[in-house]
């Protein structure tokens, strides 16, 4: 069973660029959420992807977006970064339909917004 | 808003001596809570769940205890070893099906050998 997979682990961009951080879900599993964690706090919920759609959101401004594919694996994208988006980006997944199914995390990438 | 909270951000024990880790949650419509922890430079990882029509459930050396009535959550972890010396979150789930998911701030386990 292969797990969850995040690329690339580090990243340093300039504040107003875009970035793309990749997701691979574990094997079997369809459903992909994305998380950001700042230094010191719990995750916080950015959103949710089933069947390459968006079917939840946080309190995340547009410029966060999202795609999943096919194959059940996802992107995050930020556009116009800012300093505060500085954070370590969780990808976890899950399987839908499993009542409760625990979300499963990959060990993140490193962002730093300069 | 509604949120979920720990009362303790760090917890120093005693190698072999049991853990106690508490969290407050308050949304009532809560049905699903979730222990994670998560070691330096990793994600979080699993440990044990509850849904919302149980009290009590065991685990490997870990049981969660859930009391909706005053809204608190913990994890008890037996005979502590040093490499449970990590930051613990709990989690609840937003009362969707989607297993969207709020998290507390976490509390740091230290182990003392």
């Known amino acids: 069973e292969t797990g969850v997979t995040q690329s690339p682990t580090h990243l340093i961009k300039t504040r107003g660029q875009q970035v793309t951080l990749r997701c691979s879900s574990q094997?079997?599993?369809?459903?992909v959420s994305w998380y950001q964690q700042a230094l010191g706090q719990g995750p916080q919920f950015i959103f949710q992807y089933y069947r390459e759609e968006e079917n939840g959101r946080g309190n995340f401004p547009p410029r966060f977006s999202g795609l999943q594919f096919p194959n059940y694996s996802s992107e995050l994208n930020v556009n116009a970064l800012e300093l505060d988006d500085s954070a370590l980006y969780l990808c976890?997944?899950?399987?839908?339909?499993?009542?409760?199914?625990?979300?499963?995390f990959g060990n993140g990438t490193r962002l730093t917004v300069t | 808003g509604e949120s979920v909270g720990l009362h303790l951000p760090t917890l120093s024990v005693q190698e072999g001596d049991n853990s106690i880790i508490n969290c407050a949650y308050s949304n009532s419509a809560s049905d699903y809570f979730i222990w994670y922890k998560q070691e330096s430079g990793k994600g979080p990882q699993f440990i044990i769940d509850i849904r919302s029509n149980m009290d009590k459930r065991q685990g490997q050396r870990v049981t969660v205890l859930l009391n909706k009535t005053v809204k608190h959550l913990s994890l008890q972890i037996a005979a502590t070893q040093p490499g449970d010396s990590a930051v613990y979150f709990c989690?609840?789930?937003?009362?969707?099906?989607?297993?969207?998911?709020?998290f507390g701030g976490g509390t740091r386990l230290m182990v003392k050998p």
């Open positions: 989690a609840e789930n937003m009362g969707n099906a989607g297993n969207m998911l709020t």
């Open positions: 094997s079997g599993h369809n459903t």
């Open positions: 976890a997944s899950s399987l839908a339909g499993q009542i409760n199914s625990p979300l499963h």
